[in-house]
């Protein structure tokens, strides 16, 4: 089955304190993974994908096939990460089949 | 990429009503997606719009509550009919431009309150 899965609803750390959020996937094939974000009053966005390797705004995430996951990282959180962060796999045929959102809260 | 408007932005609706949300992209898409989203919570698919083909919805969903249209490749509506206060929800329209492209692009969503 292909399927998402984040297992936290609510992060909350301190501003300065790493941030992980988890994310892990059941699919078949060779997964294409993206984490989106969804800031205040805001439409949901990309954030980063896993093909480009890239850090944005000072977050990784790196595919793991062999414990299926794609988890999002950054060592130094900031008060305007604060947000909701959904993993995302897409299927192909245009589909993506989207993660349960982790809200993520940086207390000052 | 692609650039999705989407209204109305918000609405307060009597119950019983029904209310009808546009999705306007810049490019020709194969595919609209429609979604609702609790506020702070997970993304729901409601149903896929397909030009020239009814729509496909999700378990859950039906087409008596949610017609959808799909009049042309860059055009897609979502009724809510018979609106509840179960209803009250974020409706999101959103597209993946292609096999290519796998980003998903959303509308900034439409805000509805049934009362």
């Known amino acids: 089955a292909q399927r998402v899965t984040q297992p936290e609803k609510l992060l909350s750390v301190f501003k300065g304190a790493p941030v992980e959020l988890k994310c892990n996937y059941s699919?078949?094939?060779?997964?294409?993974l993206f984490w989106y974000v969804q800031y205040s009053r805001q439409r949901l966005q990309l954030l980063l994908r896993h093909i480009s390797r890239e850090s944005i705004k000072g977050f990784t995430a790196d595919l793991n096939k062999g414990e299926t996951s794609f988890h999002l990282k950054k060592p130094f959180a900031q008060e305007e990460d604060s947000a909701m962060y959904y993993c995302?796999?897409?299927?192909?045929?245009?589909?993506?089949?989207f993660g349960a959102g982790t809200r993520l809260f940086v207390k000052a | 990429s692609a650039v999705i408007s989407q209204k109305p932005s918000r609405d307060i609706c009597q119950r019983g009503t029904s209310l009808t949300i546009q999705c306007q992209v810049d490019?020709?898409?194969?595919?609209m997606f429609w979604y609702r989203q609790q506020p702070g919570q997970s993304l729901t698919l409601i149903a896929t719009a397909n030009q020239g083909s009814e729509a496909t919805y999700e378990s859950g969903f039906v087409i008596d509550k949610f017609p959808i249209s799909r009049p042309n490749l860059t055009f897609s509506t979502l009724t809510v009919s018979n609106m509840s206060p179960e209803d009250s929800s974020i409706y999101l329209c959103?597209?993946?431009?292609?096999?290519?492209?796998?980003?998903?692009?959303f509308g900034q969503g439409t805000r509805l309150t049934v009362v």
């Open positions: 490019s020709q898409v194969t595919m």
């Open positions: 959103s597209v993946v431009p292609g096999d290519v492209n796998t980003e998903a692009f």
């Open positions: 699919y078949s094939g060779s997964p294409e």
């Open positions: 995302a796999l897409y299927t192909g045929g245009f589909k993506t089949i």
